[in-house]
Nanobody, 123 residues
């Protein structure tokens, strides 16, 4: 049973950068595909980034070029570096894990989820 704990959220200004981290325990982290999702109030959970076991990545158009996902299979962590943050990036950000790098943009395919960390972008 994989446990995921996110950290690094906070209040930042538009244009700032922020790095989120997700630490995994209780399972073989390197065998999982890792994803980041976000959910703003009143909106559905939205795909942000995913990284395969070998380091292949996927991003939606809304964050491509601004966000970077990376993983450290020794430290059992996956990070999300967010640059040029916008007010519309405000949301709770969740880390998730699944076994295969297929349909990574669909939240229902993930087996494990963290509790989330709040990111607020406001001047």
């Amino acid at each position: 049973q994989l446990q995921l704990v996110e950290s690094g959220g906070g209040l930042v200004q538009p244009g700032d950068s922020l790095t989120l981290s997700c630490e995994a325990s209780g399972g073989t982290f390197s065998t999982y595909v890792m994803g980041w999702f976000r959910q703003a109030p009143g909106k559905e959970r939205e795909f942000v980034a995913a990284i395969s076991r070998s380091g292949a990545t996927d991003y939606p158009y809304s964050v491509k070029g601004r966000f970077t996902i990376s993983r450290d299979n020794v430290k059992n962590t996956v990070n999300l570096r967010m640059n040029m943050l916008k007010s519309e990036d405000t949301a709770i950000y969740y880390c998730a894990a699944k076994p295969l790098f297929v349909s990574v943009r669909i939240p229902t395919g993930y087996d494990y989820w963290g509790r989330g960390t709040q990111v607020t972008v406001s001047s």
